[in-house]
């Protein structure tokens, strides 16, 4: 790895750790979207992009824009992009390297006063990590003009409606189509990978070619509340024991079609509700997530399909039934340009940089703006493969790699799309 990289590696790594620190603090790293703690990280995020010289805006969908002026009044832009958002109980990295880079990347250019014949946005998308909405990459489906009126019209668990959060984000419903981008010259999105492969083959960069595609279902189960100490065990509806002969049935039926051949296949019950949830009540209703990912588009619509009989079969006998089975987002198979591609390989080679092509099983805000634009994004390594946890760590010499690549790849960019 080399050292003498164009971008201040310090400076990148004291922005990653600052932003950190905007944390729940009893639940280190957690900042998640539409929270007060996430408005504090947004507001940190925003002033560093004052300071390196971007003018700052939130558009109608809510996504926090640093924008930095072309020569060219009518050259769009080149947008560098991530999230500034976490899981419950996250890491420092995930989404945040990816916005902080491009940040640094911005300070390397005012520093250098380099001018560019294209505008650079650097963008934090809101909410990439799925929501308490259920919804994941809010602020990127709109930029793609893909944010349904059924999805805004989504609540979380205390009444609040996705649009109502959007706006409290900053965003203006009434506006949202303008948050729709066809002035995007190309997007390109740094990220820690989240897996084991670079840091296992001492690679510095991963060239990002495709991303699975990602279907999320609601499933309610119901049955019928009533008295824990009074109810004989004949004439329960526990909505529960029927919930978790759902979860087993979908392990089971996942852990068969992975090893069936069709390339990447993953399914998961990561979210579940449990009503009313206590101890002296028989649970009468539950609801639960379910993330499938495949790099096989017919695949992943094979499991959606053939999953409500398989679910009605696993309640058969229990006394509860399926209530509900809704896809609430379905995001295809997202496929980088290949001229990117070659942009970024060029760029890691021009470094000293040791990249390889790999696809990615984690989403990304990038999967929705290659709707719109050329897009591509570049990974680096994690430590263990560790990531969605408090231990996710990559090393500053890592990520200022990464952000050397993508002010490489710009500057060629610049040039290549005039
Ligand atoms: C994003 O973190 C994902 O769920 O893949
Ligand atoms: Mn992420
Ligand atoms: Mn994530």
Redesign the pocket.
């Known amino acids: 790895m080399r050292t003498n990289l164009p971008i201040d590696e310090t400076g990148l790594w004291d922005d990653l750790m600052a932003l950190a620190a905007r944390t729940e603090p009893d639940r280190p790293w957690t900042r998640r979207a539409f929270s007060p703690m996430f408005l504090e990280g947004r507001a940190f995020v925003a002033a560093r992009m004052r300071e390196a010289g971007l003018a700052v805006r939130i558009d109608p969908a809510g996504n926090l824009i640093g924008r930095r002026e072309g020569r060219r009044a009518d050259a769009r832009a080149i947008v560098i992009g991530s999230h500034s958002d976490t ?1 419950p109980d996250g890491g420092r990295f ?2 945040t390297a990816g916005v902080m880079a491009g940040i640094a990347v911005a300070r390397s250019l005012a520093r250098d006063g380099r001018e560019l014949d294209h505008a650079v946005e650097i963008i934090d998308c809101l909410a ?3 929501s308490i909405f259920g919804l ?1 990459c809010i602020g990127s489906r709109a930029v793609a003009g893909a944010l349904s009126a059924e999805q805004l019209n989504r609540q979380e668990p205390t009444g609040e409606r996705l649009a109502a959060a959007i706006e409290r984000m900053g965003g203006s419903i009434d506006h949202l189509g303008e948050a729709r981008r066809t002035d995007i010259a190309a997007y390109l999105e740094l990220h820690i990978e ?1 897996g084991p492969v670079l840091a296992d083959q001492r690679r510095d960069i991963g060239i990002v070619t495709a991303i699975a595609g ?1 279907t999320r279902i609601e499933i309610t189960v119901e049955g019928r509340a009533d008295h824990a100490g009074t109810t004989p065990m004949t004439l329960r509806q526990d909505a529960l024991a029927g919930g978790a002969a759902v979860v087993t049935a979908i392990a089971k039926d996942a852990r068969r079609r992975a090893a069936a051949g069709h390339g990447h296949f993953v399914a998961t019950v990561g979210e579940f509700r449990i009503e009313p949830n206590a101890a002296n009540v028989v649970p009468g209703r539950v609801t639960m997530l379910v ?1 499938a ?1 495949a790099e096989e588009r017919g695949f992943l619509e094979g499991f959606v399909t053939e999953l409500p009989p398989l679910l009605q079969r696993a309640l058969g006998g229990t006394g509860t039934r399926l209530a509900d089975f809704r896809v609430i987002s379905d995001a295809l198979p997202a496929l980088s340009d290949p001229m990117l591609l070659d942009v970024l390989e060029g760029a890691s080679d021009t470094l000293g940089l040791d990249a390889m092509r790999m696809a ?5 805000d990038m999967a929705w703006f290659s709707r719109i634009a050329p897009a591509a994004m570049i990974f680096i390594p994690s430590k263990d493969g560790r ?2 946890t408090p231990e996710e760590w990559s090393e500053p010499g890592e990520i200022a790699a990464g952000a050397a690549v993508l002010h490489e790849a710009l500057l060629r960019l610049d040039t290549m799309l005039a």
Do not use: N, P
């Not at 990615?360 to 990304?364: D, F, I, K, V």
């Open positions: 899981v995930d989404g990439e990590e799925v994941s989240q990602i993330d990912r990615s099983g984690a989403g990304h990531s969605h």
